[in-house]
């Protein structure tokens, strides 16, 4: 009974904290175009894309993702480590956005995010689903849940009744229907990964998993009235975002790094290591951990079982322990490689190295023509998050930049 109330008084005071933020900064969101991207993975480069896109097409914009905040042209690196920020940040951002004369915004909406409320205040005048895959069952309390409150957020576009609302679901993705319907009455743009052409992705965009974001972004900017003509050369001159998918080196060997923290997106950039080999002999060498804090512990030792199917060497090594002991966390990934790998009858290399840096260090020595190796977990992250807070300055690609240039 007690943890009932404390929840409910928990959701009161973040419901409470979200409209004040929007009267506090007079509602900017009316002054916008807002649009939110939900999904287990890819929000942050289809915001990026979607950012970069309308800019190209002279549309001003701003971009609230995970790594970046953008407004008009002038971005800088969200330090939150949230990827959709509480305590007014929306707001403020939103309200600079309109203040520089912005027309559109783009926002990454999280499950965590719905769940406290983050998403009320604002007018959204679209969303879009990329897919849904088992990630915070913990925090929610079961899969159902999760998806729930992504669902959540169409149905508040919905409740709006905004006569431009249009919602996107991606049609390959096994939960589709379900926000088909949370859609009701408003209009929905179906889009589809296999819509895209290999020869339509930049090379930025490595990976055939890339597909369901520019699949996504594109439908946005074509109803927005973009031409196909200004988007693909938008397309084009992508940058890339930092942290996703960046291959960092070609020669002797590749080095990508990578934000994956699930099984499904591990899996997904582990397959592009394979495309990039050097020649059949070529070996994957994977450095990855798993968070702490007791976030997903269920996945750890699946994400050691995709690490054995795909990987040649495999090290383990810290992520961001907060207050777990990261040993017993590498030891979950460890034994879920192990089994897999006597299932399988493989002969892996597997090490266990607790500091990041030496253990990127490792697999950089081991690397031999033609080889790849891949470093995932962190991304654009700029910290380790330790107990108490803690957090620990890092930073992945150029801790692997100062590595390479010593090998």
Request: net charge positive; proline share 4%; hydrophobic share 40%.
């Amino acid at each position: 009974m007690g943890v009932r109330i404390y929840r409910f008084l928990l959701s009161g005071y973040h419901y409470g904290l979200a409209w004040v933020g929007a009267l506090w900064f007079g509602f900017p969101s009316r002054r916008l175009r807002v649009i939110g991207i939900t999904g287990t993975k890819g929000k942050t480069t289809t915001v990026m894309l979607l950012w970069h896109i309308f800019s190209y097409a002279k549309k001003n914009s701003a971009g609230l993702s995970s790594a970046t905040v953008c407004v008009g042209q002038s971005c800088a690196k969200n330090t939150t480590g949230n990827t959709m920020p509480g305590r007014f940040f929306i707001q403020k951002f939103l309200w600079r956005a309109a203040r520089a004369g912005c027309v559109y915004a783009f926002v990454e909406v999280t499950s965590q995010g719905v769940v406290q409320h983050r998403h009320r205040g604002i007018t959204w005048h679209a969303g879009a689903f990329l897919g849904i895959h088992p990630e915070h069952i913990e925090s929610h309390g079961s899969f159902e849940k999760y998806r729930d409150a992504k669902a959540d957020f169409f149905r508040l576009i919905v409740r709006t009744r905004h006569d431009r609302a249009r919602l996107f679901v991606n049609r390959d993705d096994a939960e589709a229907d379900v926000f088909i319907r949370a859609a009701a009455e408003t209009p929905v743009i179906i889009f589809s990964p296999a819509d895209v052409s290999d020869g339509t992705v930049p090379a930025t965009l490595p990976g055939s998993f890339n597909k369901i974001n520019i699949a996504c972004a594109r439908a946005i900017a074509r109803t927005e009235g973009i031409s196909d003509e200004t988007i693909m050369a938008a397309l084009r001159a992508f940058p890339g975002v930092d942290g996703r998918a960046n291959i960092i080196v070609r020669e002797p060997f590749a080095v990508i790094v990578d934000y994956a923290h699930t099984p499904e997106s591990l899996e997904n950039i582990y397959q592009l290591a394979h495309e990039l080999k050097g020649k059949s002999s070529s070996r994957v060498i994977g450095v990855l951990g798993s968070a702490g804090g007791g976030r997903d512990e269920w996945k750890r030792s699946v994400m050691g079982a995709v690490a054995a199917r795909f990987c040649d060497v495999v090290i383990f090594t810290n992520e961001d322990p907060y207050h777990e002991d990261p040993e017993k966390i590498i030891d979950s990934l460890g034994a879920g490689f192990e089994k897999e790998r006597l299932a399988h009858n493989r002969g892996q290399v597997c090490e266990k190295i607790l500091d990041r840096k030496a253990a990127l260090a490792r697999a950089i020595s081991l690397a031999r023509p033609g080889d790849v190796v891949v470093a995932t977990g962190k991304g654009s992250e700029q910290w380790i998050h330790g107990p108490r807070g803690a957090r620990e300055p890092w930073s992945e690609r150029e801790t692997i930049v100062s590595l390479l240039k010593k090998n």
